[in-house]
Nanobody, 115 residues
C-alpha cells in the first residue's frame, strides 16, 4: 500500500501561482510514474501531468507552458508548480503514484481561481 497526501491548494486570483505538494509513505519502493490529475465540478477527472522516475514529464495541452511537475526520488515527493492560473483551472487536484502496475490516489486538494 502507498499513501499519498496532497497539500498547497487554496483560493487565488487569476494570474497568480500555486505550488502543490504530494508526500508519499508506505510501500514506496518501486514507485515509477507519479502524476497529478484534476476534476472540476460536473466534469470527468483529467490528466494534468506525469513524471517518470527518470524525470521525463508529460503535460496536458491545457497546462503546457504554465505548469511544471517535479519530483524528488529520495523523498518520494512530487510537486506541481502552477503559474498564470485562470478560472478554468479550478478543480480538485489529485496526486497519483504507480507501483508495480497499481495506481494509488491521494485524497485531493481544492484549487479555486477567481476571476
Amino acid at each position: 500500500q502507498v499513501q499519498l497526501v496532497e497539500s498547497g491548494g487554496g483560493l487565488v486570483q487569476a494570474g497568480e501561482s500555486l505550488r502543490l505538494s504530494c508526500a508519499t509513505s508506505g510501500d514506496i519502493f518501486y514507485i515509477n510514474v507519479m502524476g497529478w490529475y484534476r476534476q472540476a465540478p460536473g466534469k470527468l477527472r483529467e490528466l494534468v501531468a506525469t513524471i517518470t522516475r527518470g524525470g521525463t514529464a508529460n503535460y496536458a495541452d491545457s497546462v503546457k507552458g504554465r505548469f511544471t511537475i517535479s519530483r524528488d526520488n529520495a523523498k518520494n515527493t512530487v510537486w506541481l508548480k502552477m503559474n498564470s492560473l485562470n478560472p478554468a483551472d479550478t478543480a480538485v487536484y489529485y496526486c497519483t503514484a504507480n507501483r508495480l502496475g497499481i495506481t494509488y490516489w491521494g485524497q485531493g486538494t481544492q484549487v479555486t481561481v477567481s476571476s
